[in-house]
């Protein structure tokens, strides 16, 4: 092929006009045989059957279908074509004066949808040229978002393995350092005592940068899994200033827990457990003696933790960049200490992670306040018993708790729901018809998606035997039959708060 015949078959645009209408399939043919700029090369079909049968012999620049035809009515013609258009625009030609039919046409994938008498048929050229540009503009962003993604993959892998690969060194140096520091028989002078002092710091500090960036990493390319459930936000965050009390005594600062009991959250307790230590580790590092950090429960959002400080604050040049990790922002703290800058970023892939969001105010001079916020989610309970009277009791059991509860008769019919639908916890009975609970419990544990759901058995067997067993199987707690409420509510509640 010359150079000639390349270019003008460049000035081709292949339509397929699908028109049951004589008429109006000839004056569609006779406004596009009058183009200018390009020339149009038009193939006819009456119905969908003839334009499935040739759409899947050649591609064509675009289609021009008509919604209505003999074969196929409305909606349905729009999804049968675009399934096989492929990167082919499809510009709808249609009697139908609906607006609501021509939103759904483009929700479907229709690129453009055009009313018969209210449309200029001379505009119908650049119709055409304009839905063929704009797909050709969407296919090459898709193909730079993909190239992205990719590019940021293979750096999220370069760094997860050159922090691997750092790890082990700096394991030895700090592990023979720590030797040669903690030497008695053969103690070094003090000069050089004072050195390897130093050295153990920068490299203690190296290789906490190190373990931040491996989990950013992780979180980033989903190979670290988060395992979440309920809790109690109260305790997370008692549990997080214990972890801070010897350097908030050591600088004469009071550490507050001021959050809600019974503050019910759904997280990943350790990874959740990071995010409170670091922001209050954050928070003692820039307040000075007599200064407080308090962590409380805001008002109007029950699964949010706010820490408040009354330190020297963040300059407001800084706030936009804390939580990137690519933009170094650690400032020495009241006393000097150093720290990596991973840390806020690290908490803001956490949180966004579980589809929470961290955020920060402060003014300088006044102290900093940021709030990690979680999704709200509501406990759903599985009872499955064939029992009428068990289901009765423990729906009343769980009257006025805060919680959605499923009730199903099997553990078939608990088998198909866990399927499809999200649960947090199963109360399982085991003798019922078609599967008992030793087989739906087997099976939980044997699927993904459902092997970390706790479940509580409810039985009236007392056999050592029996709970030997549904332990072995995986089983989380086991309850006798007849339920007394006392003891029962606090055994669901180490599950679901």
Request: aromatic share 6%; net charge negative.
């Amino acid at each position: 092929m010359d150079e000639n015949q390349a270019n003008n078959d460049r000035n081709v645009i292949k339509v397929l006009l699908v028109e049951d209408s004589a008429f109006d399939a000839e004056l569609v043919n006779s406004v596009l045989s009058l183009a200018v700029a390009v020339k149009f090369e038009n193939t006819h079909v009456d119905s969908l059957g003839a334009a499935v049968d040739i759409l899947n012999q050649q591609r064509f620049d675009a289609v021009l279908l008509d919604m209505f035809l003999p074969d196929s009515k409305g909606i349905d013609t729009i999804k049968s074509v675009k399934k096989l258009s492929g990167d082919s625009p499809v510009v709808i030609l249609s009697a139908a004066k609906d607006t609501e039919l021509a939103v759904q046409a483009l929700k479907e994938g229709a690129d453009d949808f055009l009313v018969k008498g209210q449309t200029k048929l001379s505009n119908l050229p650049r119709v055409i040229r304009y839905a063929i540009e704009r797909m050709r503009i969407k296919l090459e962003l898709a193909e730079a978002r993909k190239e992205a993604e990719e590019a940021t993959k293979l750096k999220d892998k370069f760094v997860s393995l050159v922090a691997h690969d750092l790890k082990s060194p700096f394991a030895a140096i700090l592990g023979l350092l720590s030797i040669i520091d903690e030497d008695k028989e053969n103690p070094v002078h003090p000069y050089h005592k004072e050195l390897i002092g130093n050295i153990l710091e920068s490299a203690r500090r190296q290789t906490g940068m190190i373990n931040e960036l491996l989990n950013i990493s992780r979180l980033q390319t989903g190979q670290m899994t988060l395992e979440k459930r309920f809790m109690d936000a109260q305790i997370i965050a008692h549990s997080a200033i214990s972890g801070a009390q010897y350097l908030a005594d050591k600088k004469g600062v009071v550490l507050r827990n001021d959050v809600k009991p019974g503050s019910r959250i759904y997280a990943d307790l350790d990874l959740y457990l990071e995010v409170l230590k670091n922001l209050i580790t954050n928070s003692v590092k820039f307040t000075n003696r007599g200064d407080e950090v308090r962590l409380y429960t805001p008002d109007a959002d029950k699964t949010s933790i706010i820490v408040e400080d009354t330190g020297v604050g963040i300059p407001e040049k800084i706030l936009p960049k804390l939580f990137k990790h690519e933009v170094k922002t650690s400032t020495p703290g009241t006393n000097g200490e150093k720290g990596t800058g991973l840390g806020l970023p690290f908490c803001h892939e956490i949180m966004a992670a579980h589809g929470g969001s961290i955020s920060v105010e402060s003014v300088e001079g006044k102290g900093a306040v940021f709030c990690v916020k979680l999704p709200d989610v509501k406990p759903k309970v599985l009872l499955v018993d064939d029992d009428v009277s068990i289901q009765r009791l423990i729906k009343s059991f769980l009257k006025g708790i805060d919680i959605d509860i499923v009730v199903l008769d099997n553990g078939r019919k608990a088998i198909d729901f866990l399927e499809n639908n999200t649960c947090h916890l199963v109360l399982l009975d085991l003798i019922m018809p078609e599967l008992d609970g030793f087989q739906t419990l087997e099976h939980m544990r044997s699927v993904y998606a459902t092997k970390n759901i706790p479940v509580i058995i409810i039985s009236v067997d007392k056999n050592i035997e029996t709970r030997d067993k549904v332990f072995q199987l995986g089983a989380n707690d086991f309850v006798n039959k007849p339920i007394l409420k006392e003891d029962f509510i606090p055994r669901m509640r180490r599950f679901i708060c």
